[in-house]
């Protein structure tokens, strides 16, 4: 009932910036959450930034003063700015939404297939 697309990955050297988004559409009632992850090869996925529904956003150590994330609620939209990129930011982003879909109370997660960023030296 909920699809998720991402898009804006890519190829970048060290200290670019590349804009992530992601666009849920569906029978969606409400969306509470929207966050962005990363899972390099090896490695576990980790949560680098989150937009819940009080507008307190939170990022990992790691990214802090780099990246921002953002929303556009009436689109379904969340976006990653990433700025200063290093080589170790290479990951597969992936984004999820919280969703709330109509004719139901339970909150379900929605992930995106993530998108491919690789920072070269």
């Known amino acids: 009932q909920v699809q998720v697309m991402e898009s804006g990955g890519g190829l970048v050297q060290a200290g670019g910036s590349l804009r992530l988004s992601c666009v849920a559409s569906?029978?969606?009632?409400?969306?509470?959450?929207m966050g962005w992850y990363r899972q390099a090869p090896g490695e576990q996925r980790e949560l680098v930034a989150r937009f819940p529904s009080d507008g307190i956003t939170a990022y990992a150590d790691s990214v802090k003063g780099r990246f921002t994330i953002s929303r556009d609620s009436a689109k379904n939209t969340v976006y990653l700015q990433m700025s200063s990129l290093k080589p170790e930011d290479t990951a597969v982003y992936y984004c999820?939404?919280?969703?709330?879909?109509?004719?139901?109370?339970?909150?379900?997660?929605?992930w995106g297939q993530g998108t491919q960023v690789t920072v070269s030296s």
């Open positions: 569906g029978r969606i009632f409400s969306i509470d959450d």
């Open positions: 999820k939404f919280r969703v709330m879909r109509y004719g139901s109370r339970v909150r379900y997660d929605y």
